[in-house]
């Protein structure tokens, strides 16, 4: 299946693998990119340092395009930057916050620059910036949070800007596939699907919760304070909530969670880590290598948009 985004990374398929704090590390990132997709890097809060022995780890285990995702709110989010450009890394993915400081170094190191957008107004500044493509994400992702939903803000996005738009956000097969290509997407990022993948070094119990998950199972905290996460439900999100709605503030609403999703990635504790996920959780059901993953959404998605032909 060819689109300008298979052409403009050199992958096979219009999968991109969500760039997840603690969970998309190099085991992850080859193995999606060995399987035809594009595998991330998650820089998350890491330091520079470890992004680059990360990014050498996969250059290890695939020759293949594979890029890292830069979130700009980190503290080392400038050591991250420069890493990427001499470490060679061919698509850089941003989150929480506008690449502009950096979009003139990348584009000088021949990086294919991707934000995520959470609205049209950031899509719009994002392509005037120099952007390659954007990935439009909706409510429904795990993690941080915008508000617009992935059927509504996808083709508004794709109407807006000249640049691929990359559709993300609550799609885990070739069903949810196929519709964002029909809302105009150009690929799909999928995040929580690969979580549970065998090559996924994420903790038994977080995989198997995301397995076990019922439709109902999804809640967002941090709304009053204006950073909504999405998570699965636990005593320690119910706690949040309670305390949310007693009106603590950001700092002590903070102090719970510090911690709380490496406690669940790598603990393995899913009673008071932050277990994100999206609300596809509920679709997800077993556990699988990263190309059976991506063969079975490609097969399904092809034969639905023959169909649709």
Known sequence: MKTRITELLGIEYPIIQGGMAWVAEYHLASAVSEAGGL?????????????????????ERTSKPFGVNVM????????????VVEEGVKVVTTGAGNPGKYMDMWKSA????????????????????GADAVVAEGTE???HIGEATTMTLVPQVVDAVKIPVIAAGGIADGRGMAAAFMLGAEAVQVGTRFVVA???????????RIIKAKDIDSTVTGRSHGHPV?????????????????????????????????????????????????QIAGMINKEQTCKEIIDEMMAQAEALLKGAR
Do not use: W
Not at 72 to 83: F, G, I, Q, R, T
């Open 230 to 278: 999405r998570c699965l439900r636990n005593q320690m999100t119910r706690e949040y909530v309670k305390l949310e709605q007693e009106g603590k503030s950001f700092e002590e609403l903070e102090y719970l969670t510090l911690g709380a999703l490496r406690k669940a990635v790598v603990d393995g504790d899913v009673t008071h880590g932050t277990v994100m996920a999206g």
């Open 72 to 83: 700009l709110m980190s503290p080392y989010a400038d050591d991250v930057a420069k890493v």
């Open 110 to 129: 021949g990086i294919k620059v991707i934000p995520v957008v959470a609205s049209v107004a950031l899509a719009k500044m994002m392509e005037k910036a």
């Open 39 to 59: 595998g991330l890097i998650g820089g998350a809060n890491a330091p520079g340092d470890v992004v680059r022995d990360y990014i050498r780890k996969t250059k």
């Open 141 to 143: 992702s795990g993690g």
């Open 198 to 208: 065998k090559e996924s070094i994420v903790h038994e119990n977080y995989k198997q």
